[in-house]
């Protein structure tokens, strides 16, 4: 059973490097208590009590006090450089007056634009254009002091008046600043950075502590040390003084932050691109805030209103959305995954794009009409879970697809893939998602598919190149009129196998020619899906490729192979290889019965034309298999013998 320390004094109690997961501290004093690299995990410190114990306190105000006499001892010694300038006696007093009000000047002025370190770096620049300018009038000035010595009683009076108005004003201005750090200005974090650091020494200490799920509501916390504290979901609404807690390496490092966690409300304001990974922000008012680009990576929104928040871009990995309010969120490239949880979510409609499209109002609402039933929006997002989306900007070749396809489900043998959908996007682009298990590595599912899809890619034009002697632009625009819908239905009419095809197709004005944006839903294919469907017999082939090459002249040395003997051999090895589907079998000895047919006429130049397209398509054919294929050892053999036989060079 946890322990239960609710209610007790544990200031100064050390429980460095303990296990106290579920352990309750509630309303305890643990003023100055050491929590160093414990494990608090669903502790419970709310209505605690964190800081510094009274001694501390009181050596930390002693110090601050010597440090404030420290500061108005420097502001008095601004005021007494300043007032040289009334020292009309002495011209190097005058000068030095002068110097140091203007470096002065100078420092206050960058100070305030652009931070203190900013200020510091041009003191000294200051200084020496002030030094350099003043000494250059000195002989003039000499006269001016000369004229002046007149007034010089009044002018020591006015004097006296300047030196306590300038230390005051500067007393001011460091004022000023520190305010100004403290209130999170950027320009000067590392002042506030400082001082947190400094007040927090002796303070309650959670440094390095793992407080997942841990809860300090209502607690104070001010000088509490979190520094690289495991913060994920721990609950810190309506806490106090977290503002002034040392908070290094943490999400609490922005005060904007901090203001969220703790009152719960973020309706309306922008935290785009802030760091919010494993913020507990359970209940919190969200409404249409801006959470563009954020990191909420294990945090958890249970219960809070996200309506009308934007939610594009955001990483929602492992993010717990249970019973969220969500009507009219915009979930525009938002990353979602299995471990993400939408149960119960409350959602009338979403929109998937930020903006809307070119000349219109269209966001991209859904549903496109009427509003979600009852778990229909989490339906339609567990179905995006368990899906790798493959993305096709330049169009899409089938055939390579296929065969990418098929070795990838090969080399992830104990995960089931099934295409759900194609979509073609317009311009090119063509989204195919494929269905994977629960638990599945999607993300070494579409790195696999990839690389195999573009080894397939290079094979496949390899044999367009030479059959239609094409060039890159011309297989581009073959890929893309593959995406188009009505090629796509060709390629699933003509499938030798039954294949289901759900009428899915999204319920939008079928009128408007300008949508571009058709959706086929297909059910579970599998590893039976084939490119073309054609019902391909080798036998009729071989049969005729062997009768062809049976019509070349034999070789007159037994000892030697000719023509004939080279493409019995070559038309042999790809009868016999095993990697090679069907269709490319086909085809394979489609090019030998061609470089047979070459072999009658070697001479003509046709004839010879046709032969080196023959061997260009064969070479493409065996470039997709491995290279310690026996048929590809025996054609990097033969191929050139051929080609010398039928002078191709």
Known sequence: ??????????????????????????KADIRGANFTNAILKDADFTGGKAGLQRRWTIGLLIASWLLSGISGFSSILVGVLVTYIFDTKSTQNVIIGIVSLIVILVFCIITIRKGLIAGLGAFAGAFAV????????????????????????????AGGAFAFAVAGAFTLFSAYISWRSLAGDEKDAWIRSFALAFAATGGTSFRNADLTDADFTGAILKNTDFRKANLTRTRFYEAKKLDFARVDDTILTKLAVIKLLVTGNGRGKSYARANLKGANLIG?????ANLKDVDITEATFQGACLEQANLTLAQAVSTNFTSAQMTGACV?????????NLDNVDCRFIYLLEHPKPETDDRERRPNSGEFQPREFTKLFEEVLNTVDLIFRDGIDWKAFVNAFQTVQNQNADTELALQSIENKGDGVVVVKVGVPDGADKEKIHSDFTQNYQLALQAVEEKYKAQLQAKDEQIVVYRQQSGEMTEIVKLLASKPINVQVDNKVENKNM????????????????????????????????????????????????????????????????????????????????????????????????????AKTAIKILKGTISSLPSATKLVEQCSNLLPLISTFLGLG
């Open 1 to 26: 059973m946890p322990p239960d320390y609710s209610g007790q004094n544990l200031r100064g109690r050390s429980f460095k490097g303990q296990n106290l997961t579920g352990a309750n501290f509630s």
């Open 511 to 610: 009128t408007n020619s300008n949508d571009a944006s058709r959706k086929i839903e297909i059910g579970s294919v599998g590893r039976d899906f084939n490119a073309s469907g054609q019902a391909l017999n080798l036998g009729d082939i071989s049969g005729t490729v062997t009768n062809t090459i049976n019509e070349l002249p034999a070789s007159p040395e037994p000892d030697k192979p000719g023509i004939k003997e080279l493409l019995t051999q070559l038309q042999a090895a790809i009868e016999a290889d095993t990697n090679l589907s069907k269709e490319d079998k086909a085809e394979a000895l489609e090019q030998v019965k061609a470089l047979a047919e070459a072999g009658k006429s070697p001479q003509e130049g046709a004839i010879q034309k046709a």
């Open 130 to 157: 002030a030094g350099a300018g003043a000494g250059a009038g000195a002989v003039a000035f000499a006269v001016a002091v000369a004229v002046a010595g007149a007034v010089a009683g009044a002018v020591a009076v």
């Open 332 to 340: 525009e490239a938002w990353n979602i995954e299995s471990t993400t």
């Open 284 to 288: 919190a008012d969200l409404k249409e």
